[in-house]
């Protein structure tokens, strides 16, 4: 077995085999894909479990979603962090959208191989979409400056998570000159603090609640 997959079940020992087999099966999916199109840069796909899955999953070491919760991810590429997200839980529901067609074709694809029953993937831009979501995850598309705007008006209003609605955004390097342009209350939580690989030194997720709701 892969030693940076069995990292990840070091990780998160509670996996239930079939969450073991879904994620499993990610790295000949997404290497097939990107025989074709270029989703995942090369140079990192030898890195594809610690770059890319135990990363989206740096979101599930700070926050368990309850059963029910709906999640959007914007910006989402081919998939990420929304369908390692969507692995680890089952009983939540999530919105992948990217404005790049072929990208969501590949991420509709990963997801029916991997019979996921909780993911919609979208063609789309994230400011047309009407829904309202509990969080919003996003793998650092565009600086927090221009991210912010395509968020308003789509959270619900109700909480019952752990943590108020808003956005779970992963980023490296300095979050707090680039938080600090947008004049918002965050947190942010260390990636080093959870996972040892010397990639996720100045990795972060950053939790905004959305106060423009109240």
Not at 6 to 16: D, G, H, Q, R, S
Not at 112 to 133: C, M
Not at 174 to 203: A, P, Q
């Amino acid at each position: 077995m892969n030693s940076q997959l069995e990292t990840i079940f070091k990780y998160f020992p509670n996996l239930t085999d079939k969450q073991k087999q879904q994620f499993e099966q990610l790295e000949a999916l997404y290497e097939d894909w990107n025989s074709k199109i270029n989703v995942i840069s090369r140079k990192d796909f030898e890195n594809f479990y610690t770059k890319h899955v135990l990363h989206s999953l740096g979101i599930a070491k700070v926050m368990e979603f309850q059963p029910g919760t709906k999640i959007l991810d914007i910006g989402t590429g081919g998939g990420f962090p929304g369908i390692p997200l969507a692995i680890m839980f089952p009983d939540t529901h999530f919105h992948l959208v990217d404005s790049i067609g072929k990208k969501i074709t590949v991420v509709k694809d990963v997801v029916k191989q991997l019979g996921l029953q909780n993911v919609e993937a979208q063609q789309t831009r994230a400011e047309d979409l009407v829904r309202r979501y509990d969080f919003i995850v996003s793998r650092a598309v565009t600086r927090f400056t221009n991210f912010y705007p395509w968020v308003k008006g789509k959270f619900k209003k109700e909480d019952f998570n752990e943590y108020q609605n808003g956005i779970f955004y992963l980023k490296g390097g300095d979050v707090d000159e680039e938080m600090e342009e947008v004049h918002v209350s965050y947190v942010s939580y260390h990636l080093d603090d959870y996972f040892e690989d010397e990639f996720f030194e100045t990795k972060k997720v950053v939790y905004v609640p959305w106060e423009g709701k109240r």
